[in-house]
């Protein structure tokens, strides 16, 4: 059971989320001048930029999860991530403890880290079909591909 992010605790800043996933395509140039692609692995790792700003209360919380909870920023834990699908809980650790770069300034204490995510949530297969069928839904495609294809079939036989 992994350990979840403190509730008490802001998310990272949204002004510097940045989400950069990790090359999947392995590319072999042939003799021909074209190109085979295919994927390397299953999934691959996506990296965070978090930033902090937080008050002394909030930086107390995160500066004793990071060493409590998750063993001095070692272990996975789960944390609510900003993706275009929304706001969504992901399995992450950091990459290099908040701790390493903390600045106190205007009252506030501001920390930055580099944050993998596991595996980054993406639309599912059934949503990705639905847009691109639209407007029509996958049932209403098939009956329109099944009504045309029996079409076909009568205006040849004929």
Same mark, same amino acid.
């Given at each position: 059971m992994l350990v979840?992010?403190?509730k008490d605790l802001k998310l990272p800043l949204v002004s510097s989320h940045r989400l950069s996933q990790n090359s999947n395509l392995l590319r072999t140039d042939m003799a021909?001048?074209?190109?085979?692609?295919?994927k390397r692995f299953q999934?691959?790792?996506?990296t965070m930029g978090a930033t902090w700003k937080l008050n002394k209360y909030q930086?107390?919380? !995160?500066?004793?999860?990071?060493?409590?909870?998750?063993?001095?920023?070692?272990?996975?834990? !789960?944390m609510p991530v900003r993706t275009p699908?929304?706001?969504i809980e992901h399995e992450v650790r950091f990459?290099?403890?908040p701790l390493e770069s903390c600045t106190y300034n205007?009252?506030?204490?501001?920390y930055s880290a580099n944050i993998e995510i596991k595996k980054r949530q993406?639309?599912?297969?059934?949503?990705?079909?639905?847009? !691109? !069928?639209?407007p029509l839904t996958q049932s209403e495609f098939t009956v329109s591909v099944t009504n045309s294809m029996n079409n076909y079939l009568e205006y040849n036989n004929e």
């Open positions: 979840k992010y403190p021909s001048g074209r190109a085979r692609q295919r999934s691959v790792p996506t930086a107390q919380i !995160l500066e004793g999860f990071v060493t409590h909870g998750v063993n001095d920023a070692v272990n996975w834990f !789960l699908e929304g706001v990459i290099q403890s205007g009252g506030f204490w501001n993406v639309a599912s297969e059934a949503q990705m079909i639905e847009q !691109l !069928l639209s």
